[in-house]
């Protein structure tokens, strides 16, 4: 993708998105949040894998550093400062890109499921346990569609259990059916997604009992690759292992969904020119 398309994109996108007026403050103003978010975005669309290599771009490239508001190039630590400043700002961003997915195709189908982001040295890492074995980090939880998108997605630390995060995953969303693995097996789950209109297709835990297997199984053993491929992508290709260099829960989290804003980013471009499928998004990064 050309710098300058991508310049493009990302204005589109955060613009799109309701930024909260700044109060009026005395000093010095500071970069504007929509400028802040804009180059947040950009960084993962252009592949930036850490905050020094943004600067040297911006340097390198003014006319990026015009085209995304920028007079002067902020300094490596005031970018790694908006991180954390706005989060909540980026998953704003996010949730409005998911919007925009489900009206370019509908969601029939959504798969739910966590993949570790392994981090040995970070005070916020906690020990946590995969079909691999335990691992010390956080986890990326995420609800992706028949394509293969995300739709939703959170980050937490290592220990933290899958099942009581579904209802949160599925939040204002859409579907027929809802798939899932045993780790989510529960009444509480089920109910989650029946209230949503769907139908629930998840594995049953045996450590539950033996009990009456659950309608529709074929599906989730033919689709649950969905959520697999996706695990795969956005963690080497797409994010490349930048959540490693950030400290903290809250930074990583924004590292993370600002590479899912990415991702969905060129999704939309690559399904308005008719190719709506997760293996001809994944060429930008390859």
Sequence with gaps: MAIVETCDLVRLVVNKVVVPPEPV???????????????LVYSKIAGLEN????????KKRRDVARSLGFRR???RTTVGRWWRRYSGLLGEVFNWLSGLVQLLAPTS?????????????????????????????????????????PLRAVVTPGNRHDSP???????DLEADYVLADAGYDSKENREAVGSMGAKPVIALNPRRGARKRPRHGRLLREKRYLVEQFNSLVKDPVLKGCWIRPKGLV?????VTAGLIG????????????????RAVSRHWL
């Excluded at 905050?51 to 911006?58: G, K, P």
């Excluded at 916020?124 to 609800?143: I, M, N, S, V, Y």
């Excluded at 930074?251 to 590292?255: F, L, R, W, Y």
């Design 165 to 171: 995060l579904l209802p949160s995953l599925l939040d």
């Design 25 to 39: 403050r005395r000093g010095n103003p500071g970069y504007p949040r929509l400028r802040a978010v804009r180059l």
């Design 73 to 75: 190039v902020p300094h």
């Design 51 to 58: 905050d020094s290599w943004v600067v040297r771009h911006l």
């Design 109 to 149: 189908i959504l798969v739910v499921d966590s993949t570790p982001l392994a981090d040995l040295y970070d005070m916020e890492a906690e020990w946590g346990f995969t079909g691999r074995g335990p691992f010390r980090g956080f986890k990326l939880h995420a609800a992706v569609n028949q394509l293969g998108l």
């Design 263 to 278: 991702l969905n980013t060129t999704a939309i471009e690559s399904m308005l020119e008719g190719e709506p499928s997760l």
């Design 251 to 255: 930074k990583k989290a924004s590292v």
